[in-house]
């Protein structure tokens, strides 16, 4: 299967570059052949690979724009792709090329519903996404799929009630899925920053990486 991950957020500090080492250390760990392209100015993966000693997986620094014509070169004959894509607000152009690359977008949100709305106001952040749709048609490519991760949660699974709750619904109402798993703030994962014993299996990451391949069952018919 071949999968493409876009982790899109429209400002920094929400748990995208942390969310993109895990998910190709969860497709790796699960048998695929991932590549995380650090597409971030700031190359917090890169950094991440590098203090680490390397991953078992490729990590390409490629923070351009148009990187919907230069990916298919670089990421040929591999599996999947995992893309840090820098904040929207600062990085537009790059952000574009990437989400047209990629098939499913991802966006990491605080449990907040202030962080929703912030992100929705003057329906910016939603014209962005729909532009983007509009062009990928243009171009012959099926939709996106669009989810939301809420990352630094206090705990990994669904509540019914409390921020996490009041977050989902905030989404619901604008029309977005978020997924089932959801990422806590938890010492013993983040203490793996920067060490060379990344382990995704056993993580919420692990849980995200399954629903997010369910969620395109026709990668496997991409070349």
Request: glycine letters at 8%.
């Amino acid at each position: 299967m071949v999968y493409r991950w876009a982790l899109v957020s429209q400002k920094p500090g929400v748990g995208k570059s942390t969310s993109g080492i895990f998910l190709a250390q969860a497709l790796y760990e699960q048998g695929d052949d991932p590549m995380l392209v650090d597409a971030d100015k700031g190359k917090t993966c890169l950094d991440w690979d590098e203090m680490a000693g390397g991953m078992p997986y490729p990590v390409v620094s490629k923070p351009v724009k148009q990187l919907h014509r230069t990916l298919p070169d670089i990421v040929r004959g591999r599996g999947s792709v995992v893309i840090d894509v820098p904040q929207v607000e600062d990085h537009e152009q790059i952000a574009k090329g990437a989400m047209l690359f990629a098939d499913t977008w991802v966006i990491p949100i605080a449990p907040s519903p202030v962080e929703v709305r912030r992100l929705f106001r003057d329906d910016a952040f939603g014209d962005f996404i729909q532009e983007l749709q509009e062009l990928r048609e243009e171009l012959g490519k099926e939709k996106a799929e669009v989810v939301f991760l809420l990352t630094r949660t206090n705990t990994s699974r669904m509540t019914k009630g409390g921020p996490d709750r009041d977050v989902r619904d905030e989404l619901t109402n604008h029309e977005y899925r978020t997924l089932d798993a959801q990422i806590p703030f938890h010492d013993d994962m983040y203490r793996q920053t920067g060490g060379s014993r990344v382990r995704a299996l056993g993580t919420p990451y692990e849980r995200v990486a399954k629903e997010l391949k369910a969620l395109t069952p026709h990668a496997g018919d991409r070349a």
